[in-house]
């Protein structure tokens, strides 16, 4: 009886009859009004701002598909033609290179987020496994993305990445020449990564959606770690984390600008305005600076299937890790022990990133020929950036097999605050 | 659930038995259709046809000079062809196959009567880069560049993250001065 007096009543506003229908109105009033702590950080902006790094990305990337060709003679002259004749192609080009770095620089600052306040204990999993789902699908739209210039690092960066399957018994051959669709990297590989690559975005979009549907069962973790007690220690989303998104919006975007107009090519490679050459390896090969503590690790290890392993390893590592961290405690501020393991951490990361940059053969601190392969690098086998990544490496997964089980057992824990409420109105006073 | 129930009962059990096997079989036959459907969008990700045609390449020897290398393209790999000096065959001899990592006498990775000529495809067992040729490295051969495998004159991995010995393709000699590889 009620429900025909409501379609009744809402027949004459065309709002509420569309509403009726299909709620999305009462949905998207929901995203406003979303509760969140009180208390969150700046901290808090990069989940934010990776979104809009994946629109920026999307948009640029369609406009860009409009000018570019995926064929091994036309793939490099499209991307010059992009950049010297079509209108405003320079831009939207550096957008969308530089936009790449700027992703995956805002999304690692997201995840160590995370690991310091602990953001992937429960109930916040599955949330916990969804970001890593995009993290991983980011990492493959960038890899196919960066071969489509068709430049030297193009094409050995995808020989040298698709060459990582065949370390696998048995079927590593047939899965390299089934990615290859050939005998080598190749047009046909050139066209099905183009076309990967116009899908994985929308991809991540769902994903992302995902991600949101997960974050808004439990709500945002916060500094503190502990969770809301109640209406007074939660804020609407709108206007109050609004409004500060976007102000995290304007500072990104000014970081975003110095690199688009003043160092467009700082975080890109020189070999790859080269044209591809299938004949001639270049010297040094390295991939783009957001998957260097990868490379480093993958070549920390003596052993083909093991490098390969290690490498996916220190990934998928990420999916056990709320099983792994035995503290009930999220929030790293009331961890004093933790603290100095996460800071380490961090170093060893940015170290892994500086060693996956440097050749394996180098010595640290003397210059990258100083002891390369003429045999001098065995006297001073201490320095060598392949001992430091090994090190390195050994943290890596220390900090998330040892040194995390075995914290939340020894550390002793600072008091908890009794709400979130409580130390934000006590600072105020 | 039990198909031998006795005729007293009423029919419902027998009856749910046969629509249980029905819903599952059916179910199964689609299950097998779907994943039917499936094999041509993951096959036509394999070579195609006239990717595998291009597969053999004929070469002549006779412009290469005793201790020169030229690199051809076979199936869009480099193969290394080098003509080797007697000092380079004769190092390649002299290693013990104990200190190899993928043992193999250097006769095994030349034809008989021909082994000046070493033919391999030039692409690092380790990554697939193009490794350096003209004695490189530690053992006088060739050396990867990517994350700095040492082959010796023979091509066989010495020191380095690479397992196996650069690729020796099939060949054949044609006459001493022609080969066909592939």
């Known amino acids: 009886m009620s429900k025909t007096n409501n379609s009744e009543s809402s027949c004459c506003n065309p709002v509420e009859w569309f509403e009726s229908r299909f709620p999305i109105l009462s949905w998207m009033e929901h995203q406003k009004e979303y509760p969140a702590p009180r208390n969150l950080n700046y901290w808090w902006n990069f989940g934010s701002i990776a979104g809009i790094c994946l629109v920026v990305q999307i948009i640029t990337g369609i406009v860009l598909a409009m000018h570019y060709t995926p064929h091994v003679s036309m793939a490099f002259d499209s991307v010059e033609h992009i950049m010297r004749d079509v209108n405003y192609g320079w831009l939207l080009r550096y957008v969308h290179a530089n936009g790449a770095s700027m992703f995956f620089l805002v999304v690692y600052i997201h995840i160590f987020r995370g690991l310091y306040y602990g953001s992937y204990k429960a109930p916040r999993e599955v949330l916990w496994w969804l970001g890593i789902v995009i993290l991983l699908l980011m990492m493959a739209t960038a890899f196919m993305g960066y071969v489509l210039p068709w430049g030297q690092m193009s094409f050995w960066g995808a020989t040298v990445i698709t060459n990582l399957f065949s370390a696998f018994p048995v079927v590593g051959e047939h899965i390299v020449s089934w990615l290859w669709g050939g005998f080598s990297v190749d047009n046909p590989t050139l066209n099905r990564f183009f076309s990967l690559h116009f899908l994985l975005p929308f991809v991540i979009f769902a994903v992302v959606f995902l991600h949101l549907w997960a974050l808004h069962t439990h709500g945002s973790n916060n500094p503190l770690g502990i969770d809301a007690k109640g209406s007074q220690d939660k804020i609407p989303f709108h206007p109050y984390y609004t409004i500060k998104d976007y102000f995290g919006f304007g500072v990104f975007f000014m970081l975003f600008s110095y690199f688009v107009f003043f160092a467009p090519n700082y975080l890109g490679h020189p070999d790859n305005y080269t044209p591809a050459n299938p004949m001639v390896t270049p010297p040094h090969i390295v991939p783009e600076w957001y998957f260097l503590p990868f490379y480093a690790i993958l070549r920390a290890i003596p052993d083909k299937l093991g490098g390969v392993l290690m490498m996916f390893a220190s990934i998928l590592v990420l999916f056990v890790l709320p099983w ?85 057992k020894y550390e002793k824990t600072l008091p908890l605050p009794k709400s979130i409420g409580e130390p934000v109105l006590k600072k105020k006073a | 659930m039990n198909a031998t129930s006795t005729p007293s009962n009423d029919n419902r059990p027998a009856d749910e038995t046969r629509r249980d096997f029905l819903v599952l079989t059916a179910q199964a036959m689609a299950g097998i259709g779907a994943a039917a459907c499936v094999w041509p969008l993951v096959d036509q990700m394999n070579p195609s046809a006239d990717v595998l045609a291009l597969s053999s390449t004929e070469v002549d020897l006779s412009p290469i000079q005793e201790g020169q290398e030229i690199k051809v393209v076979w199936r869009g790999k480099p193969v290394f062809i080098r003509h080797r000096t007697a000092k380079e065959i004769e190092e390649a001899k002299e290693v013990r196959l104990d200190d190899l990592r ?46 700095g495998s040492h082959y010796d004159t023979s091509g066989r991995i010495r020191k380095g993250p690479a397992p196996k010995n650069l690729l020796v393709p099939d060949y054949v000699f044609l006459d001493d001065n022609r080969i066909r590889i592939g």
């Open chain 1, 324 to 408: 792994l961290d035995s503290c009930k405690v999220r929030s790293g501020a009331f961890r004093p022990t933790f603290k100095w393991f996460f800071a380490l951490f961090v170093l060893v990361c940015i170290g892994l990133g500086v060693m996956g940059g440097k050749s394996p053969d180098g010595c640290y601190g003397s210059g990258a020929d100083a002891c390369t392969y003429n045999g001098q690098g065995e006297n001073i086998t201490l320095l060598t950036n392949l001992f430091i990544a090994r090190g390195l490496t050994a943290y890596y997964f220390a900090y998330f097999l040892v040194i995390l089980p075995l914290l939340g």
């Open chain 2, 102 to 147: 993928d043992p193999q006498p250097d006769s095994a990775r030349v034809k008989e009567g021909h082994e000046q000529w070493l033919v391999m495809v030039g692409v690092c067992t380790h990554l697939g880069c193009v490794p350096l040729g003209g004695n490189k490295g530690d053992f006088d051969g060739w050396f990867c560049p990517c994350h």
